[in-house]
């Protein structure tokens, strides 16, 4: 996560800003092309996975790795239909299928390793796919300035995650031993389809608030302003980036295991720990920022993103909202209540384009933060409220159960 935070600020040290706007552009559009391709099948098979024996990972494994052979087939060749609207510009066409694939493929892998319950792994994993190019890109772009491209980082990035899933696809066979060939399961797999077409709803909704952003952003101001976007918004979100890896991929398997399990006070303090846990993660990273961003902009020393600072403020505070929500957001996933998660993100959307369109004439150069901020935090409220509602009836079960 370091590396990347430090990626966007040299990024925005030497790259004018219009080229950093151009680089949030493609990186957002690639997050949500993955969704895409993958259909949010992950969401069963990694449940699936946390719940079954260690015997039963290869059956697991070889299925997904069909289905997603089977999406690729019908859903990677309208990726191209990005070039032809123009949202990105042709010359990127190859490095977006390239980085694309391998992106999604390395973020598979890093998933696995998360419903194994081997996070520490999946981190170095994770490090690999998105920090170690960054480590190696960083003094090369400095030093020599023939290589400040963006088609280099393009092309890093498609090193750095390629050899993610070298290492990660080795990890994932030893711990998946004893691997056996196994008959296709059509039914299983139609089921996860089933399953993953509720999540590929909602989070493609959810997603396009991280997407759209960018592009209202260009839309309403300029490619500069946009850079000044990315950077802030790199620099925001770097308070969830570290949140996944630190925290919830530690403790979200424990509660989806305890809540199956039917284990409820297990389940309970998880999420206790979990709550108090990204509170104060949390807390320490956005102190951290709000005190270096002086220093970072004084060295970037370049005068747009100084007058546009107001933006970092409003989207540090959504990044922080995002971050607390994501807690009844695990609760709601260990309990199966998926049609809650899918409505609290299909709302967002709406929330998201409402609020744009009646704040926007006021002012254009927050429109698109304040709008972020309107849909995470009825995002929170939803899950909250659901996530207080199925913990009531939790209770009433047991006590049921018990009597």
Not at 385 to 393: F, P, S
Request: glycine share 4%; with cysteine.
């Amino acid at each position: 996560m370091a590396s990347r935070f430090a990626l966007v600020i040299v990024l925005a040290k030497i790259f004018e800003p219009a080229e950093v706007g151009q680089f949030g552009l493609f990186l957002a559009t690639v997050t949500l092309s993955m969704l895409i391709i993958g259909g949010e099948f992950y969401t069963y098979s990694q449940r699936e996975l946390i719940t079954l024996p260690k015997k039963d990972r290869s059956f697991v494994i070889q299925h997904q790795l069909i289905a997603i052979g089977l999406l690729y087939i019908f859903l990677l060749p309208p990726q191209l239909l990005i070039f032809h609207f123009d949202l990105l510009p042709m010359r990127f066409m190859y490095w977006f299928l390239g980085v694309l694939v391998v992106e999604h493929i390395s973020q598979e892998i890093n998933r696995l390793l998360v419903a194994m319950q081997r996070p520490v792994l999946a981190s170095w994993v994770l490090y690999v796919r998105m920090g170690s190019w960054v480590a190696c890109v960083i003094p090369v772009i400095w030093l020599y300035p023939d290589y400040r491209k963006l088609e280099f980082l393009f092309g890093s990035w498609f090193a750095g995650a390629s050899l993610a899933i070298i290492i990660g696809s080795v990890v994932i066979y030893r711990e998946s031993r004893p691997w056996e060939r196994v008959n296709v399961d059509w039914m299983w797999i139609r089921t996860g389809f089933k399953v993953a077409a509720l999540f590929l709803i909602a989070t493609a909704s959810f997603k396009m608030l991280t997407t759209v952003d960018r592009y209202i952003v260009e839309y309403l101001s300029s490619l500069d302003v946009l850079g000044a976007y990315v950077l802030f918004a790199g620099m925001a979100m770097a308070v969830v980036n570290f949140l996944d890896p630190a925290v919830f991929s530690f403790l979200y398997p424990r509660a989806v295991s305890a809540y199956r399990q039917k284990d409820f006070a297990v389940y309970k303090k998880v999420m206790k720990e979990m709550i108090w846990s990204a509170l104060g993660v949390a807390l320490i990273l956005v102190t951290a920022v709000i005190v270096l961003t002086p220093f970072v902009l004084d060295w970037i020393g370049k005068e747009t993103y100084q007058q546009n600072i107001s933006i970092l403020w409003v989207l540090l505070t959504v990044s922080t909202v995002y971050g607390v929500s994501m807690i009844p957001h695990y609760g709601l996933y260990a309990k199966g209540a998926d049609h809650c998660i899918a409505y609290a993100h299909i709302s967002s959307l709406i929330v998201f384009i409402i609020t744009v369109y009646i704040i926007s004439p006021y002012t254009p150069l927050l429109a698109t933060a304040y709008s972020l901020l309107a849909a995470f935090v009825w995002i929170g409220i939803v899950k909250t409220v659901c996530y207080y509602k199925y913990t009531q009836d939790s209770v009433i079960n047991e006590t049921n159960l018990v009597s």
